[in-house]
Structure formats: structure tokens, C-alpha cells
């Protein structure tokens, strides 16, 4: 049994239409997913990540390349990978005539589970999700994060061996997104396996073993989160608010990331005083704390854009 959820290749895909030009979505994607792990997929609005999710849940074909899920090609072998994953779609909606527990239990019987398991599977998920008070109304009566929780609890009800999730946290509050990361450890410690992707950062690191960064249908950094942070030049940052006209100055100190009319310094614990030196001499202020993924993120985004303009 290969010890690999997911092996990518090379993979390419070009969206193509006769009316518009085509648009290469992916470059040349690889990477891997170890079983059991959470792996978070970061990237800009069009970096490729959910072409590369459905391409890797067999709802898309690649133009290119090779991915490989629990050992099977996905395109070639698709009916031996549908069994062992599930998907949370971008921007998917429960179906508004049906209520969470009646979604989540005719899609367990439509994946052959046995009525009694399908019951308590469903019960069980939207327990988890926090759904129980509203889990025999109408989808079309709940709220946006509500309904989001709706196709998470679905889809986690599966205990698929392997999970694909586009944005699962997309809209919950900060209480509910928690309470989804726990039950995705729990499920990856019961051995499921986890792919996903979020513009929350502060998710991505709580949640991810490991990630990868995608630009323009390219992986351009990849590692733990502790990995990237130190990939910045620095472990402190500290943020000047109306600083920007103090980059000429602080160079030296670090690397420099306007933000805004603020200022951030990406430094070294030793060079703290002489900055905050140089911000009290212009009567300015500063804030200070470790390095994040998000400085990560931006840079690394950043230095690519640089270097295609
Ligand atoms: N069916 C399609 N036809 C043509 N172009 C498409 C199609 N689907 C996606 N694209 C384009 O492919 C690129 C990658 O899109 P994709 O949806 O994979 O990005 P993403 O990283 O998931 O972005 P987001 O963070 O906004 O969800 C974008 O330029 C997008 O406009
Ligand atoms: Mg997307």
C-alpha cells in the first residue's frame, strides 16, 4: 500500500473554449500527501487550487501529468478512487428541500452505508458541526454558516479515508471554524487523510502538518509552517503604523513590507531597540510580535509577482 494519499506529477491543466482564449490553469503541479496528514493548499483568487482539487477528486481530467490517489491513477482507474474520498466543494449549498440530517443521511445510504450506521453517522456529524438544534429545518431556513457546517458535517460523516476540502471554513464564525479544525484532527488521527484549502492563514497553520503555496498553477514554496516563517529573513515583525516613509531607513534593519500607509519590519529579536529608536525619534509607534504565516505568505506570493513583471 503506497504511503502516499496523494502523489502529483507534473500536472497541467489548460481550459479551453471556442469562444474565449485558453487559460493555463496549471503549470506543473507536484506534490504529495502523506496518509493521515492535514495538508493545506494557500494560493490567490485563481492560483490553480481548486482545478487541482477536482482534477485530484476525478471531477476534472488533466490536460497533462500524473496524480495518484491511494495508489490508483485518477484518470485512468477514477472508479477506484470515488469509493475512498469525499469532496466539499467550493461554494457548495446543502439542498434547500432537504433538512441537514435528511442530506447527510441520504448521501451515507447513496455511499452503501446500511440505514442504522447512516443514522447515527448523520446524528453524530451534525452533533460535531453544532447542528442538532436546527437539523430538522428546512436547509433553505438556516443561515450562510449554517449551511456551510451542513455540507462539512456530510461530507465528515463519510469518515472517508481521504478528504478534499475547498474552503470548508468559508463563513463560520470563529467558535465554529474551531470546532470544525478539532474534528479534522480527529479525524486524521483515526487515520483519514486531509487536503484543503483556505485564505485564512491563522487556519492553515493551526490546522496544516503541511503546505504548499501555489501561484499562477505553480507550487512556489512549500514546507511545515515554521519552514516558510523562517524562509522570511527574521522571526520578529514589527508594524509602524504611517511608517512607510521610514523604508529607506529600516532597510538596513531587515526587509521591509509596505502595508498599507504602516510599515512592516521583518528583523531579528537584537535589532528591536534600534528600530524602535528610530520610530520614537519620528514620534511614531510600533507593534511587535513573531512572524506569521501570513508575512510568509505575502512574501513569497510577492517575490513571484516581482519576478514575472
Ligand atoms: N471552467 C473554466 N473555464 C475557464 N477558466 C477557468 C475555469 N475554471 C477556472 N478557470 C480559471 O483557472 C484559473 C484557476 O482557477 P481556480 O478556480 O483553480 O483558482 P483557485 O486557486 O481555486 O482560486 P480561488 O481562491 O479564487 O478559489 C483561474 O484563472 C480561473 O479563472
Ligand atoms: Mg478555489
Known amino acids: 500500500m503506497s504511503e502516499l494519499a496523494v502523489r502529483a506529477e507534473e500536472v497541467r491543466k489548460t481550459y479551453r473554449s471556442r469562444r474565449t482564449p485558453p487559460v493555463e490553469a496549471l ?41 495518484e490517489v491511494m495508489g490508483h491513477d485518477v484518470d485512468t482507474e477514477p472508479d477506484l478512487v470515488r469509493p475512498q474520498i469525499a469532496v466539499v466543494p467550493q ?36 452533533g460535531q458541526m453544532g447542528l ?13 454558516g449554517q449551511r456551510q457546517r451542513t455540507m462539512v458535517a456530510t461530507v465528515i460523516a463519510t469518515e472517508a ?10 463563513g463560520m464564525d470563529p467558535f465554529a471554524r474551531r470546532e470544525v ?25 493551526a490546522l496544516s502538518q503541511r503546505l504548499y503555496i501555489i501561484d ?28 512607510h516613509r521610514l523604508a529607506a531607513d529600516l532597510a538596513a534593519f531587515g526587509t ?20 524602535l529608536a528610530i520610530a520614537v525619534r519620528e514620534k511614531l509607534t510600533a507593534t511587535v510580535g513573531p512572524v506569521t504565516l501570513e508575512e510568509a505568505f505575502l512574501q513569497a506570493v510577492g517575490h513571484s509577482i516581482d519576478e514575472e513583471s
Open 181 to 205: 479544525w478539532r474534528s479534522f484532527r480527529e479525524l486524521t488521527r483515526r487515520g483519514s487523510t486531509i487536503l484543503l484549502t483556505t485564505h485564512y492563514l491563522d487556519e492553515a497553520e
Open 132 to 144: 442538532t438544534e436546527v437539523a430538522d429545518r428546512l436547509s433553505i431556513t438556516l443561515s450562510g
Open 27 to 67: 503549470a506543473g503541479v507536484s506534490l504529495t500527501v502523506p496518509r493521515g496528514e492535514r495538508v493545506a493548499l494557500l494560493g490567490r483568487n485563481g492560483a490553480g487550487k481548486t482545478t487541482f482539487l477536482r482534477i485530484a477528486a476525478t471531477l476534472l481530467r488533466p490536460s497533462g501529468g500524473r496524480v
Open 216 to 243: 499562477r498553477g505553480r507550487v512556489i514554496s512549500h514546507g511545515t509552517s515554521e519552514e516558510l516563517k523562517r524562509q522570511v529573513g527574521g522571526t520578529l515583525r514589527i508594524t509602524i503604523p504611517g511608517g
Open 91 to 126: 461554494e457548495g449549498r446543502p439542498f434547500f428541500h432537504l433538512t441537514p440530517r435528511e442530506q447527510a443521511y441520504a448521501y451515507l445510504r447513496a455511499r452503501g452505508f446500511d440505514g442504522p450506521t447512516a443514522r447515527r453517522r448523520a446524528d453524530e456529524a451534525l
Open 161 to 170: 479515508p481521504l478528504l478534499f476540502l475547498d474552503e470548508p471554513t468559508i
Open 256 to 275: 521591509c513590507v509596505p502595508d498599507g500607509g504602516a510599515l512592516t519590519l521583518i528583523t531579528e529579536p537584537a535589532r528591536l531597540s534600534e528600530v
